[in-house]
């Protein structure tokens, strides 16, 4: 583990990169969000243009692809929530090679988030700090665009429900607000994932309570068998905090639910506390609150990921997201017990480029430990 593996890109893929390379200077001296919105509009173009686009990066191999609550992932990395908010690039991150992606998070208002500045970068510990605040059009508006979505084939979509951002809306109120989002967007997810662990509310991260959680999945799950529906549902964690793993804050969230039929766990979710960044007081100062993403989760991310491997002895399959940033990363999630990956912040440091690479270095990765696929790979560090 962690040796470089030789990873020779394709001709396609050099020129690829170093267009980012050379574009990503000029990018960074733009504000976090709107060189984001630039990568959007490039996105949109590229959604235009998919047979290039699928051409130059997806990867197609079988020893990448697996069987997971049912569905069929032909990768095992994907677009964490919080980059496709409004599902609008469904098409795109199929053809970049992801095999899934969860949209969102979706609440059942539309919100503009909070005010701008809310996204920053931490170049040298390629990390990023944000505290957008739910902006997202909202569950009916996003239902609707779901409905009329040609969903990739073979491609997974996660739709991923948060609690609309609004502190006022607390208790079976906020229940009643996550249902709605379940009722509308149900249909049209192939999983449902919770985001009850976002660090961006004003109210805090109360569904992360156990009693909270436990009514809140009683709600989802009813919501399920009124539409007689068969999604899996996921849980999204908070990472393990500066002191460490609360290993019986979490078995008690496992516990409650495994009870209500959870499917499986996504660990992790952006961190309030700023450990594992290298960035001067002064400049965390300045940036303020809001959630930290990027390479100083990784190590967190991988602990608490581990630990649910073992606590549900690896019968519920976990998503490994937090600084995956290449195929060592993404490979050591793998065998931590993580059966699927996402990322978000690689794709800002590291450009569209990175799920090809992930996607051609865990196959040499599996080639070098003589496993067969994914599958063999799951949890052998756990
Ligand atoms: C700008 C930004 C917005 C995000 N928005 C959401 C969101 O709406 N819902 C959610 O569950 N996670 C959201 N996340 C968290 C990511 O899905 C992911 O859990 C986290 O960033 C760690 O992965 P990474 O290190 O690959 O970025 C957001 C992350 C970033 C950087």
């Not at 890109?9 to 200077?25: C, D, F, G, H, K």
């Not at 809310?118 to 997202?136: C, I």
């Not at 002895?313 to 995956?324: E, I, Q, R, S, T």
Request: aromatic share 6%; net charge neutral.
């Amino acid at each position: 583990m962690g040796d470089n593996v030789a990873c020779p890109p394709s001709a396609p893929l050099r020129l690829l990169s170093s267009v980012y390379r050379y574009l990503r200077p000029l990018l960074f001296r733009l504000d976090a969000e709107r060189a984001h919105g630039m990568g959007a509009a490039a996105a949109h173009v590229g959604q235009r243009a998919r047979p290039l686009v699928r051409a130059l990066y997806r990867v197609e191999d079988e020893r990448l692809a697996q069987t997971v609550w049912g569905l069929r992932f032909a990768s095992p990395v994907g677009l964490a929530a919080g980059f496709d908010k409004n599902a609008a690039l469904v098409p795109f991150w199929a053809a970049l090679g992801f095999g899934f992606a969860e949209v969102g998070s979706v609440t059942a208002r539309p919100s503009a988030g909070n005010p701008r500045p809310r996204a920053f970068r931490l170049e040298r510990d390629r990390a990023l700090v944000n505290r957008m605040g739910l902006n997202n059009d909202g569950a009916e508006a996003i239902a609707a665009r779901l409905a009329g979505l040609r969903k990739p084939e073979g491609f997974v979509l996660g739709v991923n429900v948060a609690k609309t951002h609004d502190p006022l809306i607390l208790g079976d109120e906020a229940i009643e607000d996550f249902r709605q989002s379940v009722r509308r967007l149900l249909p049209h997810a192939d999983f449902l994932a919770l985001n009850v662990s976002c660090p961006n509310t004003a109210e805090g991260k109360t569904f992360e309570e156990p009693a909270a959680l436990d009514a809140l999945l009683a709600a989802v799950f009813a919501e399920r068998t009124v539409q007689l529906s068969e999604v899996p549902v996921l849980v999204k964690l908070s990472p393990p905090g500066p002191d460490g793993l609360d290993t019986g804050a979490v078995d008690e969230l496992v516990a409650i639910s495994r009870r209500h039929g959870v499917a499986g766990f996504i660990a992790v979710n952006t961190a309030s506390d700023r450990s594992g960044c290298t960035a001067d007081v002064a400049t965390l100062d300045r940036i303020g609150a809001g959630g930290l993403s990027g390479r100083p989760l990784a190590d967190r991310a991988t602990t608490l990921l581990r630990h649910l491997y073992r606590t549900t002895d690896g019968v519920l399959p976990l998503v490994g997201v937090g600084g995956v940033d290449s195929a060592e990363a993404a490979y050591a999630r793998l065998r931590a017990g993580a059966s699927l990956v996402e990322l978000y912040t690689a794709l800002v440091y590291e450009g569209p480029g990175v799920v090809k690479r992930i996607n051609r270095g865990l196959l040499r990765l599996f080639e070098r430990d003589r496993l067969g696929s994914v599958a063999e790979a799951v949890g052998l560090d756990a």
